[in-house]
């Protein structure tokens, strides 16, 4: 699926990659903070030792950075997009021509995967969109 980047996405893309050394393939712009999806494998680099190296692209950017690792599996990418929850499982189920993408994660991690008024299953929403042609996100 090709994802489609707006000038200001790709000029963070831009300003991450000089700070980290990590250039990722997806970014989301949002009022408080921005979302980069980083190459699998790469999620170390991008954090660097003791978060390091993503808070001088904090500083440098002068806003909140999250960060996503890409996955070429759909119920991968999902589980990735709601870390730090513990995701226990994710099954796709389409019907009527919608994929939905169903997630399993223990009580106590609920509030972790929906996020400071719902942001980490909306960015997980929009993310698994963008990516995988997933209509919708729900916690099972």
Same mark, same amino acid.
């Given at each position: 699926?090709?994802?489609?980047?707006?000038?200001?996405?790709?000029?963070?893309?831009?300003?991450?990659?000089?700070?980290?050394?990590?250039?990722?393939?997806?970014?989301?712009?949002?009022?408080?903070?921005?979302?980069?999806?980083?190459?699998?494998?790469?999620?170390?680099?991008?954090? @660097?030792?003791?978060?390091?190296?993503? #808070?001088?692209?904090?500083?440098?950017?002068?806003?909140? !950075? %999250?960060? &996503?690792?890409? $996955?070429?599996?759909?119920?991968?990418?999902?589980?990735?997009?709601?870390?730090?929850?513990?995701?226990?499982?994710?099954?796709?189920?389409?019907?009527?021509?919608?994929t939905v993408a169903y997630v399993e994660v223990p009580q106590g991690?609920?509030?972790?995967?929906?996020?400071? @008024?719902?942001?980490?299953?909306?960015? #997980?929403?929009?993310?698994?969109?963008?990516?995988?042609? !997933? %209509?919708? &996100?729900?916690? $099972?």
């Amino acid at each position: 699926m090709t994802v489609t980047l707006s000038d200001d996405a790709r000029q963070y893309i831009a300003a991450f990659a000089d700070a980290t050394g990590v250039t990722p393939t997806d970014c989301l712009v949002e009022e408080d903070r921005i979302v980069f999806v980083v190459p699998a494998g790469e999620m170390g680099a991008a954090i @660097g030792p003791d978060g390091e190296t993503v #808070a001088a692209a904090e500083e440098q950017l002068n806003t909140r !950075v %999250d960060l &996503v690792e890409d $996955a070429d599996d759909p119920a991968a990418f999902v589980a990735n997009c709601l870390a730090p929850a513990a995701v226990r499982n994710v099954t796709l189920s389409t019907q009527g021509g919608s994929t939905v993408a169903y997630v399993e994660v223990p009580q106590g991690d609920r509030g972790v995967a929906i996020g400071a @008024g719902g942001e980490s299953i909306e960015t #997980a929403r929009r993310l698994a969109a963008r990516h995988f042609d !997933v %209509d919708d &996100v729900q916690l $099972a």
